[in-house]
């Protein structure tokens, strides 16, 4: 039996806590993508530069952004996620980020278990948000 992610609720707190489905891990130079037509997880391509992944990326059940995608959500965070799991985490802003020449909003969040004192996107490290 597979698992539809996209179809998963988006969390009993929205919108201030949502769950998140984790495609790519922190620090790695994998790019996964959810493929919606098997509800598999297929690994995109492999980043060629020494360039990897600064925060976990995932996207947000039962949701759809202008693209016609879930909505994408970066996950601040010292640990690092597998592929698939799904993490509940606390909304603390969002980026607005293009892609291609279109808007492509990334929404920030931090896992409800951190451990650290994150309220919002000023708490968040500047240098983390001029590299993502």
Sequence with gaps: ??????DLPIGRKYPFEVDCVVEIGKDTNL???YDERLH???????????MSYPCTYGFIPSTKADDG??????????ASMMTGTVCTC?????????????KDYKV?????????PIKDIGDVDQMFLRIT
């Design 1 to 6: 039996m597979s698992i539809n992610y996209l």
């Design 31 to 33: 790019k996964y993508e």
């Design 40 to 50: 598999v997880f297929r690994l995109d391509r492999c980043l060629l530069s020494s």
């Design 69 to 78: 995608d879930a909505l994408d959500m970066l996950i601040y965070s010292p």
């Design 90 to 102: 606390r909304v603390i802003g969002a980026l607005d980020m293009t892609d291609g020449g279109k």
């Design 108 to 116: 920030l969040g931090v896992p409800v278990f951190n451990p650290r």
